[in-house]
């Protein structure tokens, strides 16, 4: 039998198999990819971390809708809206006396808006001397369903205090159209403590209102029977009242009062409900908002100029009937931005403005007083300083030559060698009003001609400029000025000096003859 000759080096011999045994083979353990794994794990964080940040915003969404207000801006507006479109009931009322008295009941309420919670109650533009005045306003401007008193007025407020501040301004205008519309109405502001405390340091909650406390509607307010404490007092706890009383006081007069009346004039239930109760309520709220969205939007406006009186924030005078008639006279927002105690929406006496038209015919029958008026020149001076800085803003942009203040002093020593240099042999250098100029970019486009203009060249020429030869006119004197180089120093500076007030101003101190102390034009 021939012997196996043994296997080679390193080479791994299986056992020889026996008939009738079975042999386990070991398979070999493979490690887990720790990376895969980590990259696995990173993955379902994510997810985890995305849905837990998802189920957060819709949890604050809704915990952020002002459920109330959405009621009364947009849902119940719509769905009378939609009844309508379905054909189901006129636009307008079908019957006479529902149509007189809805449009009668749209100024009664409008005018208890912008009169008592705008004017009286938000800018203090005038005075009640009738508590009956205070509670027309309270009670009828609920009816338009944009909140109570102390809520609405201290958010105009902050309006007006923080004017296109991206974090106070409640209408805030950058966040767009219907944000400043109904998207202030609708969703809760994220900063609630801010507005609280604004709220309550505007319009204090000192004192409670008894729940059937009314005050008393005979009482005259007069500097005779009643101290500017006491007025205040009793507007603090009307205020408070309202407050307490709003959803009741906005189902009273935007729904039962429509309803009855109606009904009386022999009219439906759902008519009184729709006409003057629900579209009247929606037309209100559109006049009073349109106010800080479309008075706004500087692509609104049609006429020039929009900003009269300041133009460092978003309000706009929209010269527009249409957009008057919409907001009700009150589109002049940026003359209101200016003199919000006005109670005047414009200076114009032929602005449609009901809004006046009402408190002026209050304080003609005597339950008001103190109508605050700007004065004429405030208003004058204010619009010439808009338009000042307008024109600054042009002339800014415009090349207006070196300022005389900033120009090198030339003695006719240093002048004469400039002019005789065989490097300045091309180039024409003509004295007007001690000034030295450098016309030789514009020689070639004399009226006269260049012989002309070089029969002046190193010499004064100002009485051929003023009229000898030919009387330039001011369109000359600024070209010339764009090609100034220097001042002559003859010794006598009263000329130039004058011309130096009269073009960048006065000048600083005593010895303000001296060139070094001249303003700027900029300065100036």
């Not at 005018?111 to 800018?123: D, E, K, P, V």
């Not at 950058?174 to 400043?180: D, L, M, S, V």
């Not at 009247?280 to 900003?307: D, G, N, W, Y």
Request: glycine share 6%.
């Amino acid at each position: 039998m021939a012997q196996q000759s043994p296997p080679p080096l390193g080479v791994r011999v299986s056992p020889p198999r026996i008939a009738g045994t079975t042999h386990k083979v070991q398979r070999r353990k493979v490690k887990n990819d720790t990376t895969s794994s980590q990259i696995i794990n990173h993955a379902s964080h994510l997810k985890n971390t995305h849905m837990n940040e998802m189920r957060k915003r819709k949890r604050d969404f809704f915990n952020r809708i002002n459920y109330g207000y959405a009621l009364t801006v947009a849902v119940i507006p719509a769905l009378a809206v939609l009844y309508l479109l379905q054909g189901k009931e006129p636009i307008i009322p079908s019957k006479t006396s529902t149509l007189y008295f809805t449009i009668a009941y749209f100024h009664f309420t409008l005018l208890s808006f912008t009169s008592g919670y705008h004017r009286y109650f938000a800018h203090n533009s005038f005075k009640a001397r009738c508590s009956f005045v205070q509670y027309y306003f309270a009670i009828f401007g609920s009816s338009i369903g944009l909140g109570s008193i102390r809520w609405w007025a201290s958010l105009h407020r902050a309006h007006h205090h923080f004017t296109d501040d991206t974090e106070r301004d409640p209408y805030l205008i950058k966040r767009g159209f219907i944000w400043a519309h109904w998207g202030w109405l609708i969703k809760k502001p994220k900063i609630v403590t801010f507005y609280t405390e604004f709220m309550e340091q505007e319009f204090p909650k000192k004192t409670e209102a008894p729940v059937n406390e009314a005050l008393d509607n005979d009482l005259v307010y007069t500097q005779g029977n009643m101290t500017r404490n006491d007025y205040d007092e009793n507007i603090q706890r009307l205020l408070v009242w309202q407050e307490k009383y709003y959803y009741p006081l906005h189902f009273l007069t935007t729904w039962v009062i429509p309803i009855a009346v109606t009904m009386m004039l022999g009219d439906s239930f759902a008519h009184g409900l729709l006409y003057p109760g629900v579209l009247r309520m929606f037309a209100c709220q559109q006049a009073l908002l349109s106010t800080e969205s479309v008075c706004h939007l500087k692509s609104i406006h049609v006429s020039i100029p929009s900003q009269p009186f300041n133009d460092k924030n978003s309000s706009q005078n929209c010269h527009n009937p249409l957009v008057t008639l919409l907001t009700y006279g009150q589109g002049y927002q940026n003359y209101h931005h200016e003199f919000p105690h006005d109670y005047r929406s414009t200076a114009s006496p032929l602005a449609f403005d009901p809004t006046k038209w009402f408190i002026w015919t209050l304080d003609k029958l005597g339950v008001v007083e103190e109508l605050c008026r700007t004065p004429a020149d405030l208003i004058t001076q204010l619009r010439i300083q808009q338009q000042q800085q307008v024109i600054n803003r042009m002339k800014s942009q415009l090349n207006w030559g070196t300022p005389i203040s900033k120009l090198p002093k030339i003695t006719p020593t240093d002048f004469k060698r400039i002019i005789a240099s065989s490097s300045n042999k091309d180039r024409i250098y003509i004295v007007i009003q001690n000034i030295i100029h450098d016309i030789t970019p514009f020689m070639d486009q004399h009226p006269g001609g260049v012989p002309l203009l070089k029969a002046s060249h190193g010499k004064d020429a100002t009485k051929a400029f003023y009229g000898g030869v030919y009387g330039h006119l001011t369109a000359a004197v600024n070209l010339l000025a764009t090609m100034r180089i220097g001042v002559l120093d003859v010794g006598n500076e009263e000329e130039v000096w004058r011309r130096v007030v009269r073009e960048e101003g006065d000048v600083d101190g005593s010895s303000g003859r001296q060139m070094q102390l001249y303003r700027t034009a900029e300065a100036a």
